[in-house]
C-alpha cells in the first residue's frame, strides 16, 4: 500500500496574510487545520504529492495532468508576487499514470498546456507545506485538473493513480484541492441560493464520515446551484482510496465570506473491500436507470426508442403502432433535451410543427439531438444507458412586450431580429430571470446584447 494519507482543502487566499493583510484573522480555524494537515504530511515523508485543483486546466471530457520537469507560480494576481514556490514533477509517475488511463479508458494525459504556471488551487497548499518544512528539493509533485467527466470516471482516475503509485512503489499523499459552495451568502460574492448549505452539509458528513457512496451520488442539482467548486477532486481522491479502510477526521469547516471552506484528513488503514465504491456506483446507475425506463411515459418511451435505434442502426425508427392518440393526431413543435451524468448532452427541437404528427415530430427531433446538435458529439453506443430524457411539447407562441409578461419559470421565450431566432426553453436548471432568458436567447441567436427584438412567450408541457 503506497497511498499513505489523504486530505480534502480549500485554496482561499485571503487565508494568506500577503493578501489577506489581517482578513485571514477570520477564517483563524481553517489556518490552524490546514497547519495542522501540513505537519502531518511532513511527517509522514512522503516522495511525491498528488495535488487535484480545480484552477489547473479542465476540459470537458479529458483529465489534464501537467507535463515537463516541474513549474513554478507566484500568488502576483493577488498582489503578492512574493509569494513564489517552484516543484519539480514526478515525470516517471505522471509517463505512466498517463499510459495506464489510456490503457483503462480513462480519458486523461499530459495533452493540450496552456499555462504551465502554478494556480492558486495548488499554490495555497504548497505554502503551508513550505511554511511546515517540506523538503521541495527532495519531495516530488503531480499537478492534475479536473474536467466534466462523470463521477464514475473520475473515481476511477483516483483507482488508477493508486494503482500506478503501488506498481512503481511510490510513497504518495493526496491533496484534493477545492472550496465548497460559493453562494452561502446574499452579501457574499456570489450571493446566496438555499442549496448552498446543504451542498456544503452533506459534503462536509459525506467526507466526515468517510461516504464515498454518498459523496458520489449527490444530487447534481443541488451541486450545481451551490456553484461548488471541489467536488471531483474529492471524488478522484476517494478512487484513490478505493478498498482501504480510512479514518476520517473533520478538523475544520467556515463559511465566513460566503464561500465554504472544509478541511478533513484522512488516516489510512488497512485493505477493506467493502469499501469498493466503483463498484457500487456502477450498479447504482444500472438501478437507476431502470427505474427511470419503467417510469417513463410515452412521450420519453418514444424519443429514447428512436435515438436508441438511430444509435444501434443508423436508421430512423419506423413509428411503432398502439401510441396515444395525442401523439397520433396532434401537430406541435416539441424539444428533445439529453442529459448525461447532470449535464446536457443534446437539445435539439422545433418551435412550430414540422412533421405529420407529434410522434413523428419527437422522433425526428431525438435523432437530431443526438447527432446534430453542434455543441456536442454524437452520442455513441456505450452511451446508452447513461442518457436521461425530457421531451417538451410546445404551446401556440404568444406575442408580448414587457419584461413583466414573462416567467422564467412557466414561458420559454422566442426573440427575433433582421430573420434571426433564438429560443429558450423555460424552468431551466440557473435560468431564474427573464432578464437571464432574453440575454441567453440573444447569444443563441447572434443578437447583440443592445438590439431590439421581438418578444414571444409560450408554455410548454414537460415529460421526463
Not at 401510441?323 to 435539439?348: Q, T, Y
Amino acid at each position: 500500500m503506497s497511498i499513505l494519507g489523504a486530505a480534502a482543502v480549500p485554496h482561499p487566499p485571503i487565508i494568506l496574510p500577503e493578501i489577506g493583510r489581517g482578513e485571514e484573522s477570520k477564517i483563524s480555524a481553517t489556518t490552524a487545520a490546514y497547519e495542522e494537515v501540513a505537519r502531518r504530511i511532513v511527517a509522514l515523508d512522503p516522495e511525491t504529492i498528488v495535488i487535484t485543483s480545480p484552477h489547473s486546466i479542465m476540459y470537458a471530457d479529458y483529465i489534464h495532468i501537467s507535463p515537463g520537469e516541474g513549474a513554478a507560480g507566484t500568488m502576483a494576481q493577488f498582489r503578492a508576487p512574493q509569494v513564489a514556490i517552484a516543484v519539480n514533477y514526478d515525470v516517471e509517475f505522471v509517463q505512466k499514470l498517463t499510459s495506464s488511463a489510456m490503457a483503462e479508458g480513462v480519458a486523461a494525459g499530459t495533452l493540450g498546456e496552456r499555462n504551465p504556471s502554478l494556480d492558486h488551487g495548488t499554490m495555497i497548499p504548497l505554502r503551508f507545506l513550505q511554511k511546515a518544512g517540506l523538503d521541495f528539493d527532495r519531495v516530488k509533485f503531480m499537478r492534475i485538473g479536473l474536467s466534466g467527466l462523470s463521477a464514475a470516471d473520475h473515481y476511477k482516475f483516483g483507482q488508477i493513480i493508486a494503482h500506478v503509485s503501488d506498481e512503481i512503489g511510490r510513497k504518495v499523499f493526496f491533496i484534493a484541492s477545492g472550496d465548497l459552495a460559493h453562494k452561502l451568502k446574499a452579501d457574499g460574492p456570489y450571493g446566496f441560493v438555499k442549496e448552498a448549505p446543504i451542498f456544503d452539509e452533506q459534503v462536509m458528513n459525506n467526507l466526515g464520515g468517510a461516504d464515498f457512496f454518498s459523496l458520489l451520488t449527490m444530487d447534481e442539482k443541488i451541486c450545481s446551484r451551490a456553484a461548488e467548486c471541489g467536488l471531483r477532486s474529492f471524488w478522484i481522491m476517494a478512487g484513490a482510496l478505493d478498498k482501504l479502510a480510512v479514518d476520517a477526521e473533520r478538523l475544520s469547516y467556515e463559511g465566513t465570506f460566503g464561500v465554504g471552506y472544509g478541511i478533513v484528513y484522512f488516516n489510512v488503514g488497512a485493505e477493506d473491500d467493502s469499501r469498493n465504491f466503483g463498484t457500487q456506483l456502477a450498479r447504482y446507475k444500472l438501478d437507476e436507470a431502470a427505474k427511470r425506463k419503467a417510469n417513463e411515459d410515452a412521450f420519453v418511451k418514444l424519443a429514447r426508442y428512436s435515438l436508441e435505434t438511430f444509435v444501434k442502426t443508423h436508421k430512423p425508427a419506423v413509428l411503432p403502432d398502439h401510441l396515444p392518440d395525442e401523439l397520433m393526431n396532434r401537430r406541435a413543435g416539441a424539444f428533445v433535451s439529453l442529459h448525461k451524468d447532470g449535464n446536457l448532452r443534446g437539445c435539439i427541437g422545433t418551435i412550430m410543427a414540422t412533421q405529420d404528427n407529434l410522434a413523428e415530430e419527437i422522433i425526428q427531433n431525438a435523432i437530431s439531438a443526438c447527432s446534430r446538435d453542434p455543441r456536442f458529439d454524437p452520442v455513441k453506443l456505450e452511451e446508452l444507458d447513461d442518457i436521461e430524457y425530457s421531451v417538451d411539447v410546445l404551446g401556440e407562441p404568444e406575442r408580448v412586450f414587457t419584461l413583466q409578461d414573462l416567467d422564467a419559470r412557466r414561458y420559454g421565450v422566442i426573440l427575433e431580429n433582421d430573420g434571426r431566432r433564438g429560443l429558450l426553453l423555460p424552468d431551466l436548471e440557473g435560468v431564474d430571470t427573464p432578464e437571464e432568458q432574453i440575454a441567453i436567447a440573444k447569444r443563441k441567436a447572434g443578437i447583440r446584447p443592445e438590439e431590439k427584438v421581438a418578444l414571444f412567450r409560450f408554455e410548454v408541457v414537460r415529460h421526463h
